[in-house]
């Protein structure tokens, strides 16, 4: 329970997704060829923000379109986002208005 206490909701937060395809975006970074070339796996940095904290020690956050993602709280590939980040890259994270909008549609849509 100590971990939760880690992240809260509106925290913005940033997770190291690794992909793989045959053309790395330009946001790449540690990109390795495959054994036969024919692919590339590489690291994307992504800007999230908390939705909520669930029961079972997982993080849900929000992306920048909207979509939700469960994340376990001790996964080492998200920690919270740095001053830094924040600063650099505020365009990036979702706003509060863009989680508030998108849970009162998915409110609207339930009833």
Known sequence: MLLMSRFRPGDQV???MTKQSDHPT???VNVNPSEKGDDYAYV???YWV???LTDHGTVIVQTRRGKTREI???DPRLKRASWWDKLLYRQKFPTLEQISADNNLQESSAS
């Open 72 to 74: 376990p709280v001790e």
């Open 44 to 46: 994307v940095e992504k």
């Open 26 to 28: 330009l946001r790449a």
């Open 50 to 52: 908390v939705r909520e």
């Open 14 to 16: 940033t997770y190291k």
